[in-house]
């Protein structure tokens, strides 16, 4: 069973950066492992933001960028709001069966 | 414009078998470029995908380690729906359920709160 795993939480101030990652247990996360990735505030639905590592929704705002780095996915946010404050899941699709990440508590303070 | 709309029961007992349907509207079922998922979010177990049906010249199923005995997922192509069955459940099945499709995990069911009790 593949497991995937993100930052359990983190902290950013403001109108700053932060970079959340993804790291699958199978191997290095390529583009063919069509990793998404999902904002979750109280409450809400899961939305996705980010789709086939790089794409963005048009609702997804232009300080959400992904990638693929170091053998992860890669979430970043530039110039975070106080509304970004969230959590936020990674889905990856690698071997057979698409697999959440343990999801990353993201505070804004 | 894509549309998932869930039907189902919100109340099922111990030892019996929780089924759910997603009517799609704006894509079919048959589509060669979606796969239509079934996922659970619960307090103790967090976002949990179950499984996915798609068809690409013939139709495929893909389900988790973690309910794979126990889960089967169907396409319907008369109505363009699928729908998810999990047998012998438990209170640890309780869960709020959705469908999606995951050509970009654009488009969700309103998800349905499904509680597993006596």
């Known amino acids: 069973q593949t497991v995937v795993t993100q930052e359990p939480s983190l902290t950013v101030s403001p109108g700053g950066t932060v970079t959340l990652t993804c790291a699958s247990s199978?191997?290095?996360?390529?583009?063919?492992?069509?990793p998404n990735w999902l904002q979750q505030k109280p409450g809400q639905a899961p939305r996705s933001l980010i789709y086939?590592?790089?794409n963005k929704h048009s609702w997804t705002p232009a300080r959400f960028s992904g990638s693929l780095l170091g053998g992860k996915a890669v979430l970043t946010l530039s110039g975070v709001q106080p509304e970004d404050e969230a959590e936020y899941f990674c889905l990856l699709h690698c071997g057979g069966s698409w697999v959440f990440g343990g999801g990353t508590k993201l505070t804004v303070l | 414009q894509v549309q998932l709309q869930q039907s189902g029961p919100g109340l099922v007992r111990p030892s019996q078998t929780l089924s759910l349907t997603c009517a799609i509207s704006?894509?079919?079922?048959?589509?060669?470029?979606?796969?239509w998922n079934w996922i659970r979010q619960s307090p103790s177990r967090g976002l949990e995908w179950l499984g996915r049906?798609?068809?690409?010249?013939?139709?495929?199923?893909e389900y988790a380690i973690s309910v794979k005995s126990r889960v089967v997922i169907n396409p319907d192509t008369s109505k363009n729906q699928f729908s998810l069955q999990l047998n012998s459940v438990t209170p640890e099945d309780t869960a709020v359920y959705y469908c999606t499709r995951d050509v970009d995990f654009q488009h969700w069911g309103q998800g349905t709160l499904v509680t597993v009790s006596s």
């Open positions: 704006g894509d079919t079922v048959s589509s060669n470029s979606a796969g």
């Open positions: 086939s590592a790089a």
């Open positions: 049906t798609y068809y690409r010249s013939q139709w495929y199923n």
């Open positions: 199978t191997g290095a996360v390529i583009s063919a492992c069509f």
